[in-house]
């Protein structure tokens, strides 16, 4: 016979059983969704040609499932169904990437994705994004973006927090992270894709509210803590994780691969490369300095360094309409730090090209601090070249470990080892402003850059 406190256990069971809490008890029952088809790590992000306006919106989840994104003007109206392709799996999770077309500029969109057929609760909550501006409609808007690189987790949360408060003051329309996204590879091989996991959960609530950007680094690359003849190796070398989670307008760049590709936004020209491989003596590449040679992604022709050239050659036709060229990266075409010394062969890659075409700035992380570099060229002062800004200092997992060149060198405008994001502000046609902040939303840097500044 069941003792009184078993009866007591039993009746309570049974109660939870048909309570909004039966889940948390009993998740394998018929009566409970899917844990492991729920759609988490939701980010959006910029797709679909010039003169048309698409967002990619991506999730993750741990069991195969559709791939649903169920969309409206109005909240809690879904007026439209996309469907995506099967999603894609390169080792322990299911990637799921669904492009929106045809999208109403400037509207705010109201989602919710996942698999309907999962009935009791296959679809996530309720998010919203807005689209960008019309191109050309308005080349003189003003807008803000949210800048961080180098991030991972570990001291991440103030970056994350000031750029979630610019996010909801309206201050940024969209961020843009310069690389090195989870730090992943710095953890043992059985908590490689639990560290990807928790990344994408840890920036959800900025990624899945408005575009969030982003380029490989070399942290993207593969797993290192895994014996080279593995299989799990392979799985998830060659930037696998970063090419199956992310879902950027490369297609519609005319570029061969999610690793570099290029977008307009109202009176700029964006362009996001790939640092790592790809061009001459890069780092994964027969000639480079790094352990794999994983690459190219250039199946076709153009490759990545005339692709540059051609999109370059296109955003100065359209330089009327879209003043501001920026770009970004992950490693620098310079930089004032000792441990990370300036790379001859990013330098071949970019700096020419980037004088050739008058590009106004470059963006990029890698060195895990903050260095802003004066208008340089072949490593003189020069009023007429691009600004380099590095950011690398989002909150990374390895620490602000650089030593800077002392004294300091006179390229160098300002520098810091604090660990902190930015703030881009595109005034006008003329005018742009850079803000960067520590951690404590104290700003460490400010800088004024008009156009045009040509003799």
């Given at each position: ?13 049974v ?19 899917d844990?492991?088809?729920?759609p ?26 559709q791939?649903v ?9 879904y007026?439209?169904?996309?469907t995506?392709d ?6 322990l ?9 045809n ?7 109201y989602?919710r ?11 996530s ?8 501006p ?8 003003s ?30 329309d969209?961020s ?11 953890r ?12 994408g ?6 990624a ?6 982003g380029?490989?680094g070399?942290?993207?690359a ?12 392979n ?7 970063y ?8 297609e519609e760049s ?13 009176n ?15 780092a ?28 370059l ?7 009327a ?6 770009v ?6 310079y930089?004032?730090?000792k441990?990370?010394n ?5 330098q ?17 992380g890698h060195?895990?601090?903050y ?15 691009t600004?380099y ?11 602000q470990?650089?030593?800077f060149?002392?004294p300091?060198p006179v390229?160098s405008a300002s520098?810091?080892l604090e ?19 520590n ?17």
């Amino acid at each position: 016979m069941l003792s009184r406190v078993a009866l007591l256990v039993v009746s309570a069971f049974v109660c939870i059983a048909h309570s909004e809490e039966a889940c948390q008890w009993f998740p394998w029952t018929n009566d409970c969704p899917d844990p492991h088809k729920f759609p988490q790590q939701i980010r959006v992000a910029f797709a679909g040609p010039t003169n048309t306006i698409g967002m990619a919106v991506s999730w993750t989840t741990t069991e195969f499932c559709q791939s649903v994104v169920q969309f409206g003007t109005e909240s809690g109206v879904y007026t439209q169904t996309q469907t995506g392709d099967l999603p894609s799996s390169y080792f322990l999770s299911w990637q799921h990437n669904v492009v929106l077309s045809n999208l109403e500029p400037l509207t705010k969109y109201y989602y919710r994705v996942g698999d309907p057929s999962d009935t009791m609760g296959g679809m996530s909550e309720e998010l919203s994004f807005t689209t960008k501006p019309q191109d050309g409609a308005n080349p003189r808007a003003s807008f803000g973006i949210g800048i961080m690189g180098d991030m991972g987790t570990e001291f991440a949360q103030g970056t994350l927090d000031g750029l979630l408060a610019l996010q909801q003051k309206e201050l940024i329309d969209f961020s843009i992270q310069l690389g090195d996204f989870a730090y992943a590879d710095d953890r043992a091989a059985s908590a490689y894709e639990d560290q990807q996991n928790n990344w994408g959960k840890f920036v959800e609530p900025l990624a899945s509210m408005a575009p969030f950007m982003g380029c490989p680094g070399n942290h993207e690359a593969g797993m290192w803590d895994l014996w080279s003849g593995s299989p799990a190796y392979n799985l998830v070398g060659n930037f696998s994780a970063y090419n199956s989670r992310f879902r950027f307008p490369y297609e519609e760049s005319g570029s061969a691969s999610n690793m570099w590709y290029s977008f307009d936004y109202a009176n700029v020209h964006f362009i996001s490369i790939d640092t790592e491989t790809d061009f001459p003596n890069a780092a994964y590449s027969e000639t480079g300095y790094e352990k794999e040679k994983w690459g190219p992604f250039n199946t076709g022709v153009p490759d990545q360094v005339q692709w540059l050239r051609n999109n370059l050659e296109l955003a100065r036709k359209h330089r009327a309409e879209r003043p501001w060229i920026i770009v970004y990266g992950h490693r620098p075409v310079y930089t004032t730090s000792k441990r990370y010394n300036n790379s001859t062969a990013v330098q071949d890659f970019l700096e020419d090209l980037f004088w050739e075409f008058e590009v106004d700035l470059y963006l990029c992380g890698h060195v895990h601090a903050y260095n802003r570099i004066k208008p340089t060229y072949k490593g003189e002062l020069n009023a007429n070249a691009t600004t380099y800004i590095v950011a690398g200092n989002g909150g990374n997992i390895e620490g602000q470990n650089t030593i800077f060149v002392d004294p300091e060198p006179v390229i160098s405008a300002s520098r810091s080892l604090e660990f902190g994001y930015g703030m881009l502000q595109i005034l006008d046609n003329e005018n742009l402003q850079w803000t960067m902040f520590n951690n404590q939303t104290e700003i460490i840097d400010k800088l004024h850059l008009t156009r045009p500044r040509y003799d």
